[in-house]
C-alpha cells in the first residue's frame, strides 16, 4: 500500500457522459500526478499539480480536466466520454514538485 | 520527442533462472530513471530509482539495475527469479528538463513458471 487512495474503484459509464477521478495523495505530499494506462497508448502522463498549482501539462485533452484542493486532494474530470477513453487512470504523488512518485491503485474506468 | 523502449514485450521463465530486461531511452540531457513493477490486479510499486552515483542500483526483493550512459540504458537484472516475480515491469524515465513528469516504457510482461 503506496498510502496514495483513489476513488472509485471501478467505473462504468455511457458515451457522451461526464466523470470525476478522485484522488488522496500520501500524508505530507503536495505533489499530485495524473496517468492513463491504456492498451494501446501504454502509461502515459496527462497532469501535474504542485500545492493547488499546476506545474506541468502531458497529452491531457481538451474534455479532461483536473485540480487540486487546499486539502491537497485532486479530481480528474472527464466529460463527453468517448469509446477510447476506457482506461487505467492512475493519480501518483510525491513530497516535492520533483520528487520519487508513488501509485495509487488506479481507477478503471469503462465506457460503453 | 523524447522515448522509453522496452524490447522485451513477453518473457517466460522457469523459476531460479536469471532474469535481464532491457530499457533505453532517447537522448534528453540529464535523466533520473525508475524501474515499477505492477502485480496482477494492483497498482505500481517502485523496485528502485536512479538519480546519480554509483550505476549500479539495488533495489527491493533481490532486484538491480545498471545505468549505462553511453548506451542510454538502465537494464533490470536479478540473478533467481521466483514465481511471485509474475508481473508486469515498467521502466521509467523523467527527463531533468522537462519537469516531473514520467515518459513510461511499454511494459514487459514476465511468466515465472514453478
Known amino acids: 500500500d503506496s498510502g496514495v487512495t483513489q476513488t472509485p474503484k471501478h467505473l462504468i459509464t455511457a458515451t457522451g457522459q461526464r466523470v470525476t477521478l478522485r484522488c488522496s495523495p500520501r500524508?505530507?505530499?503536495?505533489?499530485v500526478y495524473w496517468y492513463q494506462q491504456s492498451l494501446d497508448q501504454g502509461l502515459q502522463f496527462l497532469i501535474q499539480y504542485y500545492n493547488g498549482e499546476e506545474r506541468a501539462k502531458g497529452n491531457i485533452l481538451e474534455r479532461f480536466s483536473a485540480q487540486q484542493f487546499p486539502d491537497l486532494h485532486s479530481e480528474l474530470n472527464l466529460s463527453s466520454l468517448e469509446l477510447g477513453d476506457s482506461a487505467l487512470y492512475f493519480c501518483?504523488?510525491?513530497?516535492?514538485?520533483?520528487?520519487?512518485?508513488?501509485f495509487g491503485p488506479g481507477t478503471r474506468l469503462t465506457v460503453l | 520527442a523524447q522515448s522509453v523502449s522496452q524490447h522485451n514485450h513477453h518473457v517466460i521463465l522457469s523459476e531460479a533462472a536469471s532474469l535481464e530486461l532491457g530499457c533505453n531511452y532517447s537522448y534528453g540531457g540529464t535523466v533520473n530513471l525508475f524501474w515499477y513493477v505492477q502485480y496482477p490486479g494492483q497498482h505500481l510499486q517502485l523496485l528502485l530509482k536512479?538519480?546519480?552515483?554509483?550505476?549500479l542500483v539495488k533495489g527491493i526483493k533481490g532486484f538491480e539495475a545498471e545505468f549505462i550512459k553511453s548506451k542510454f540504458s538502465f537494464n533490470l537484472r536479478k540473478p533467481s527469479v521466483q514465481w511471485s516475480d509474475t508481473a508486469e515491469y515498467f521502466c521509467a524515465v523523467k527527463y531533468n528538463n522537462a519537469g516531473n513528469m514520467l515518459t513510461f516504457g511499454g511494459g514487459t510482461r514476465l511468466m515465472v513458471k514453478p
Open positions: 500524508s505530507g505530499d503536495l505533489s
Open positions: 536512479y538519480f546519480s552515483g554509483d550505476p
Open positions: 501518483a504523488s510525491s513530497p516535492g514538485p520533483s520528487d520519487t512518485q508513488y
